[in-house]
């Protein structure tokens, strides 16, 4: 058999093996059993936080669009509607995938009536593990909601990282490997054991667990103690809510930089970096990470401008098929090459060295984030921007003297610094002394 045959065979036993297995654990359910975001009048602020989310674009989302088709090309369209079961319950569950026509409830992906009619887990976390009843009942964290307009009903499930886990791990069809683990991420972390879940932060108005938050779930409903947000922020911005997407990427790590700052010319340099994963209740990054792209530049320039070190460190997960070539799509893997993310609350360093020049040399170490590779945002058409998750620059001298002398140039005062400040200071506290002893002394007499 010529190798090329071997290829083909290849592909369609995949195929094969992929149709036979990809069983999708929804129910069937009609599209007109959910109720779309513009029926949900009295949450207005509710909508506005949702609309911008990713969970609003699931299904749409042009970065998606594009990966479906490739895995549905791969496989023969096998793989399309498993990918649409968590894009957009709805459609498959109703059908539509299939008719072609989707209703406006399937457009809306991960909405509002989608997610509050679910009322738990069915089967293992994963892969769609939802279980609904859709009899129009909402379904919530309240026990005490009273609506004109439809019933509501207290929902345990609602207030665990399980509810997100059934879509938020994902594990190959034909295989069961971890593509994505989030939800197992988080459950093997320091977070699940002091109980704050998924909700405390990517619910909340800010990043960081930003809670009480008091309002109003409805326009004419009572004054809460704390309502949850329908924002759904994570990394996305190019797509999703830029500025909340941006300031949760840079709450997410923290960067430090050891370096002597007084290096002899022509004697080594050596630098540390350590990065700490200090906001993500997950790896860092987590979800898609052979898509994202989280990566670590440390550089150093002379006077000059000249490159004296330009290092780069890509973090992510890199997926091999069976044959053990890496990197590979999604569909074709059968296990991890390698993983180098940050767990929850911990730490990597890198250390470097190069030698010093003439000072003042600048030394910058910065942690960049992009939600997907240049390539695949062009192809996808859209532009997909890089965040700076975090920055350090550290000015090295090759002398005290030489340091004191840029310093004195850059600002005189600030040189002058700490003697100058005492002395104001001190002043300031002796008048404030005087004119206290002064002003008791005419009380006095
Ligand atoms: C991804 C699923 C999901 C989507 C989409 C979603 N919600 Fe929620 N919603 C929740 C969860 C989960 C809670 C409760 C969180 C908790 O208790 O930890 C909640 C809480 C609520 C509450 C109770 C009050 C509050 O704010 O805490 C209301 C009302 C609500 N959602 C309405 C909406 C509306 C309207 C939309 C669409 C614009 C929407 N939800 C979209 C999952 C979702
Ligand atoms: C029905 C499946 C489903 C459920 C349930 C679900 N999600 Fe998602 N979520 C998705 C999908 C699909 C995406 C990716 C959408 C995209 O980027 O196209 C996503 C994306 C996200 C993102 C990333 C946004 C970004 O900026 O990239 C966050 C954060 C998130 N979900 C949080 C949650 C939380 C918290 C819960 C539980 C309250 C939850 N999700 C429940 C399917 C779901
Ligand atoms: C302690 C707060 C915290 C908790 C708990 C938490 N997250 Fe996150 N999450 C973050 C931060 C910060 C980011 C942004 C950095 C990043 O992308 O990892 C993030 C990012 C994400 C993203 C976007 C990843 C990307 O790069 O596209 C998803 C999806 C997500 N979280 C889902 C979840 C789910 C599901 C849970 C619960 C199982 C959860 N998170 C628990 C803080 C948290
Ligand atoms: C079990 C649920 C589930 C299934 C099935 C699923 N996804 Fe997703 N998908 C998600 C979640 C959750 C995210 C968000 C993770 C993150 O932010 O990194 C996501 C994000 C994505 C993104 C990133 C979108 C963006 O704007 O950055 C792409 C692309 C994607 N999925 C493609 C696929 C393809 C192709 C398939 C089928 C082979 C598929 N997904 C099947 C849950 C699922």
């Given at each position: 058999?010529?190798s090329?045959?071997?290829?083909w065979t290849?592909?369609?036993?995949f195929?094969?093996?992929?149709?036979?297995?990809?069983a999708?654990?929804?129910?069937?359910?009609?599209s007109?059993?959910?109720?779309?975001?513009?029926?949900c009048?009295?949450h207005a602020?509710?909508i506005e936080q949702?609309?911008?989310?990713?969970?609003?674009?699931?299904?749409?989302?042009?970065?998606y669009?594009?990966?479906?088709d490739e895995?549905n090309?791969?496989?023969?369209?096998?793989?399309?509607?498993?990918?649409?079961?968590?894009?957009?319950?709805?459609a498959?569950?109703?059908?539509?995938?299939?008719?072609?026509?989707?209703?406006?409830v399937s457009i809306?992906?991960?909405?509002c009536?989608?997610?509050?009619q679910i009322?738990?887990?069915?089967?293992?976390?994963?892969?769609?593990?939802?279980?609904f009843?859709?009899?129009?009942?909402?379904?919530?964290?309240?026990?005490?909601?009273?609506?004109?307009?439809h019933?509501?009903?207290?929902s345990?499930?609602?207030?665990?990282?399980?509810?997100?886990?059934?879509?938020?791990?994902?594990n190959?069809?034909?295989?069961?490997?971890?593509?994505?683990?989030?939800?197992?991420e988080?459950?093997?972390?320091?977070?699940?054991k002091?109980?704050i879940?998924?909700?405390?932060c990517?619910?909340?108005?800010?990043?960081?667990?930003?809670k009480?938050?008091?309002?109003?779930?409805?326009?004419?409903?009572?004054?809460?103690?704390?309502?949850?947000?329908?924002?759904?922020?994570?990394?996305?911005?190019a797509?999703?809510?830029?500025a909340?997407?941006?300031?949760?990427?840079?709450?997410?790590?923290?960067?430090?930089?050891?370096?002597e700052?007084i290096?002899?010319?022509g004697?080594?340099?050596a630098?540390?970096t350590?990065?700490?994963?200090v906001?993500?209740g997950?790896?860092?990054?987590t979800g898609?990470?052979?898509?994202?792209?989280?990566?670590l530049?440390?550089?150093?320039?002379?006077?000059?401008?000249?490159?004296?070190l330009?290092e780069?460190?890509m973090?992510?997960t890199?997926?091999?098929?069976?044959?053990?070539?890496?990197?590979v799509?999604?569909?074709?893997?059968v296990g991890?090459?390698?993983d180098?993310?940050?767990?929850?609350?911990?730490?990597?360093?890198?250390?470097?060295?190069?030698t010093?020049?003439e000072?003042?040399?600048?030394?910058?170490?910065?942690?960049?984030?992009?939600?997907?590779?240049e390539?695949?945002?062009?192809?996808?058409?859209?532009?997909?921007p890089?965040?700076?998750m975090?920055?350090?620059?550290?000015?090295?001298?090759?002398?005290?003297?030489q340091?004191a002398t840029?310093?004195e140039k850059?600002?005189?005062r600030a040189?002058?610094?700490?003697?100058?400040?005492?002395?104001?200071?001190?002043?300031?506290?002796?008048?404030?002394?005087?004119?206290g002893?002064?002003?008791s002394?005419?009380?006095k007499?």
């Amino acid at each position: 058999m010529s190798s090329r045959r071997i290829v083909w065979t290849g592909v369609l036993m995949f195929a094969v093996l992929l149709s036979a297995n990809v069983a999708i654990g929804l129910p069937e359910i009609p599209s007109s059993a959910f109720q779309p975001s513009s029926g949900c009048g009295c949450h207005a602020a509710l909508i506005e936080q949702w609309q911008v989310s990713m969970h609003a674009q699931a299904l749409t989302d042009p970065l998606y669009v594009l990966k479906r088709d490739e895995a549905n090309k791969a496989t023969d369209g096998a793989l399309g509607p498993f990918c649409d079961g968590c894009h957009s319950p709805i459609a498959i569950m109703s059908g539509e995938n299939k008719s072609g026509t989707l209703s406006e409830v399937s457009i809306e992906s991960v909405g509002c009536d989608m997610c509050h009619q679910i009322t738990g887990t069915d089967g293992e976390i994963g892969n769609t593990s939802l279980a609904f009843d859709a009899d129009g009942t909402k379904r919530a964290q309240f026990d005490d909601s009273v609506s004109p307009v439809h019933a509501t009903a207290y929902s345990k499930a609602h207030e665990t990282a399980e509810f997100c886990g059934n879509c938020h791990n994902v594990n190959h069809p034909g295989n069961g490997m971890h593509l994505e683990a989030t939800y197992t991420e988080w459950k093997d972390g320091p977070y699940a054991k002091e109980g704050i879940i998924c909700q405390d932060c990517h619910m909340t108005p800010g990043p960081g667990v930003t809670k009480p938050n008091p309002g109003k779930a409805a326009a004419m409903g009572p004054e809460r103690e704390h309502i949850y947000t329908m924002t759904f922020v994570g990394g996305n911005v190019a797509l999703g809510d830029a500025a909340r997407a941006e300031e949760r990427l840079q709450a997410a790590a923290q960067l430090d930089l050891a370096v002597e700052e007084i290096v002899a010319a022509g004697q080594t340099v050596a630098l540390k970096t350590t990065i700490t994963n200090v906001g993500a209740g997950h790896y860092l990054p987590t979800g898609l990470t052979e898509v994202r792209e989280m990566w670590l530049e440390v550089t150093a320039n002379d006077a000059a401008g000249t490159e004296l070190l330009k290092e780069r460190r890509m973090f992510g997960t890199v997926l091999k098929d069976a044959s053990g070539k890496f990197p590979v799509e999604l569909w074709e893997a059968v296990g991890i090459q390698s993983d180098d993310r940050i767990p929850p609350r911990e730490s990597t360093s890198n250390e470097y060295d190069f030698t010093m020049a003439e000072g003042p040399v600048t030394l910058t170490a910065a942690l960049y984030y992009r939600s997907a590779p240049e390539e695949m945002a062009k192809k996808a058409g859209v532009e997909v921007p890089v965040t700076t998750m975090a920055s350090v620059t550290k000015t090295l001298y090759t002398s005290a003297e030489q340091r004191a002398t840029a310093i004195e140039k850059e600002s005189p005062r600030a040189a002058a610094g700490f003697p100058w400040i005492w002395a104001v200071a001190v002043a300031l506290i002796l008048a404030g002394f005087g004119g206290g002893v002064l002003a008791s002394h005419l009380k006095k007499s």
